[in-house]
């Protein structure tokens, strides 16, 4: 089965640093991949790891431990903009496979002042 | 910056009635996907295609969905006879290569089915 899990909702203050933690059972793996998405638009691509660590990408880092099914997304220095869903998606196989994104629920991250 | 664009941005139809949703990928991607979000729910994979033809579809991607490419330029999702639960926000996705990580989403169609 495919299984990606993702609180539902958090609150963080303006300025502030935010852990989004995802953790997932899939039948097959080949990358982890965070999205951000605002309300009635697309979801817009934030980072991908293939490999367990970190990778930073100014405000935004994510983190991979593939042996524990787990990944985070750290968001520093919030800002309101930041406002927005954040979804965890696996891809099951290489793109040149079929390989889809299976999403989790998404986290509704609403930034405070 | 190129980007892939999804026509029209909202239909409304009547149950039973047959809707095309367009998507024009990014002219050099090659991988194509079909995504649907029912409002409140999570992302759900529906079909993914390449080289004219279909390389995985899902559950949800019955006998009463289709997809073709008729022109090189166009990738279009038909819904043959739509039922009230097809109603969703349904995103077109491409990538330019096998090798490429980052699927490049239109800003989709939201379709409402009365």
């Known amino acids: 089965g495919q299984n990606i899990d993702q609180p539902t909702e958090m609150t963080a203050t303006e300025g502030a640093i935010v852990q989004i933690n995802c953790t997932y059972q899939t039948s097959g793996f080949n990358g982890l991949f965070w999205y951000q998405q605002h309300a009635g638009e697309a979801p817009t691509f934030l980072s991908y790891?293939?490999?367990?660590g970190l990778e930073e990408k100014g405000r935004f880092s994510s983190f991979l431990s593939r042996s524990k099914g787990y990944s985070y997304l750290l968001l520093k220095e919030l800002q309101m903009k930041d406002s927005a869903s954040y979804l965890c998606?696996?891809?099951?196989?290489?793109?040149?496979?079929?390989?889809?994104?299976?999403f989790g629920q998404g986290t509704e991250l609403s930034v405070k002042p | 910056e190129p980007e892939v664009t999804q026509t029209p941005s909202h239909q409304v139809t009547q149950m039973g009635q047959e809707v095309i949703l367009r998507c024009v990928p990014i002219s050099n991607h090659l991988y194509f996907y079909w995504y649907r979000q029912i409002l409140g729910q999570k992302v759900e994979f529906l079909v993914s295609f390449y080289n004219n033809e279909i390389s995985e579809k899902s559950e949800i991607f019955d006998d009463q969905f289709s997809v073709e490419r008729p022109d090189g330029s166009n990738f279009t999702l038909k819904i043959r006879s739509t039922k009230l639960e097809d109603s969703a926000m349904y995103f077109c996705?491409?990538?330019?290569?096998?090798?490429?990580?980052?699927?490049?989403f239109g800003p989709g169609t939201r379709l409402t089915v009365l």
């Open positions: 790891n293939v490999l367990d």
């Open positions: 996705a491409s990538i330019p290569s096998g090798g490429y990580n980052e699927q490049f």
């Open positions: 998606a696996v891809r099951d196989r290489w793109s040149n496979q079929g390989g889809k994104l299976i």
